[in-house]
C-alpha cells in the first residue's frame, strides 16, 4: 500500500510539495551564501591587510581597486555578468557575488590594519627580524578575526538575498531548486492570481527568519568584539562584570586606606 503524502505546506500548481521545496532549496541558497562569504572573505582578508601593511605603491594600486570596486553600482553589474553567463548555477552566481563585494570588507580591514601596523608589538616583531608572513599571519590577523568574521556573516545574508533576487528575475537556472527559484515559479505560474499565497509565503518567511538570524549573529560578534559596545545598556552581563569588578576593586582598596589612617 503507498503511503499518502503529507503535504504541510500545500502544494504548487505543478503539484509540488511546497515543504520539500523549502527544505531542499535551503542546500542552495545556504551554499551560495557560504560560498559567496567565503570568497569575500579571502579576497577582503588578503587584499586589505596587504595594502594596510606594505603601503606604499601596493598600498595605492589596492586601494584605487577598491575605490573602482565600491563607485560601481553592484546591483546593475551583478544583473549584467548574470545575464551575460545566461542560464547562471548556483555556484556560478556565489562566484560573481564574491568577485563583486569584497571591497567594502577590504577597506575595513585596511584602515585597521594601518592602526595595528604602528603598535609596539608590531614594532617589536620588526625590530626582532621576523618574517612579514610571520607578522601577518601571526601578530596581525589574530587581531582582525572579529572584523573578518563580521564581514563573513554579512557577506553571507547579501549573497542570499542577491540570490534570490537574481533567480526572481529569470537570471539563474531553472533546474535547480532554491527559494530564488521558487519565487520565479510563483511568478511565471500566476499562482498569485489564483490566491495560491502559501507558494509566495513559505520562501519568502524562510528568508526572511534565516537572513534575520545571521543579522542578529552578527550584533552578538560585534558587542562581544567591540570593547565599546560592552557597557551598552542591554548588555546586562557586561555591565554586572563590570560592577562585580569595581567593588573587587573597592574591596582590596579598603584595607589599605584602613591601615595608613591608623599609622597616622
Known sequence: MSKKADHTLGTTRMGRDVWSQVAYGARVSL???????????????????????????????????????LVIPPFPLLFVVAAFIGEAGPLTIALVI????????????RAQTLSLREKEFVKAAEVLGESRLRIIFVE?????????GASFIGSVMYAILMEATISFLGMGDPNTISWGIMLYNVQTSSAMLIGAWWEVLAPCLALTFLVTGLAL????????????????????????????????????????????????
Open 31 to 69: 551554499m551560495v551564501g557560504f560560498g559567496a562569504g567565503l570568497t569575500v572573505c579571502f579576497l577582503a582578508t588578503v587584499i586589505g591587510i596587504s595594502a594596510g601593511y606594505f603601503g606604499g605603491r601596493v598600498d595605492e594600486v589596492l586601494t584605487a581597486a577598491m575605490n573602482i570596486m
Open 98 to 109: 564574491g568577485c563583486m563585494s569584497w571591497a567594502w570588507g577590504a577597506r575595513v580591514i
Open 140 to 148: 596581525l590577523l589574530p587581531n582582525l578575526i572579529s572584523i573578518v
Open 217 to 264: 549573529l552578527n550584533f552578538a560578534v560585534d558587542e562581544i568584539a567591540n570593547p565599546q559596545l560592552r557597557s551598552h545598556k542591554g548588555m546586562k552581563r557586561w555591565k554586572k562584570i563590570q560592577a562585580q569588578d569595581k567593588k573587587e576593586r573597592e574591596v582590596e582598596v579598603a584595607p589599605q586606606n584602613a591601615l595608613w589612617s591608623g599609622d597616622r
